[in-house]
């Protein structure tokens, strides 16, 4: 019993087919793929479509058995939930239409939305003292926000407002700001019940077996990094060095 979100491609989308796809949704698969092999037996992947202010409450109450998207892990939410070790790491930032900067080229002027449930606002508070914020139910409440002139920004991670910009505001010019350094960094992980260290093992074995070869940038994650960020995929987006060497730090385990 997994769930993901719809509202962060190309993490998580839903396809022509009106099906949930993207990277979280093939990170599934390889988990549910692992628990068939290791069971012996053939394993469904029941798939729950979550938002940022309902995935930890349905983990918690042990509705889902695992929730895979762009959930960020913080000591409040460790309070209730576990989290697997980091696939994936980026940066937050604020995207507004070009247009926008021309009369409030700051940032610290703008009036940005963030999805409830999210880790966001507190970065954008700790960075930008005094910006003002509004919370929108998802992302895609967000960017409607945007375009009817509402708000002047989104901020998310930058990987996410770009998937999202092509998808929803396919046909304006978009910047992300700031354009060098992000105002916080973000990992993202699994999130997992709570006491269950059988499971959460279980689950970093499969991401640290994922990432074999992401030193030399080849192997079965570089492969499903490709298929939506590379040159082919949804979203070009390359890795970066640090983003690689974050996540083979995650793997403290002696051979």
Known sequence: RAGTRVDAAPFGFMDETQRPAGF???????????????????????????????????????????????????????????????????GTRVLAFRETLKEK???????????????????????????????????????????????????????????????????????LLPRIEPLGSEAMACILPQDDSAWRDFINAIIVDLLRGLGDYRGDYMQLYDKWFGRDGVLTYPIDRTTRDYLLRGDIWAQ
């Open 24 to 90: 979280s949704v093939d990170l599934l698969e390889r988990i549910r793929a692992a628990v068939e092999a290791k069971h012996g037996r053939p394993i469904e992947l029941e798939l729950t479509v979550v938002t940022p202010s309902n995935r930890i409450k349905m983990i918690e109450e042990r509705q889902l058995d695992i929730v895979c998207e762009i959930a960020t892990p913080t000591w409040e939410r460790e309070a209730v939930v576990d989290f697997s070790i980091p696939f994936f790491r980026d």
């Open 105 to 175: 080229p700051e940032l610290k002027d703008m009036t940005i939305g963030i999805a409830q449930g999210t880790t966001t606002g507190q970065i954008l508070t700790d960075a930008l003292p005094g910006v003002e914020t509004r919370t929108y139910a998802s992302m895609d409440q967000a960017f409607d926000a945007l375009r009817k002139g509402e708000i002047d920004g989104v901020a998310n991670v930058g990987i996410i407002l770009l998937g999202l910009s092509r998808q929803l505001t396919p046909d304006q010019s978009v910047v």
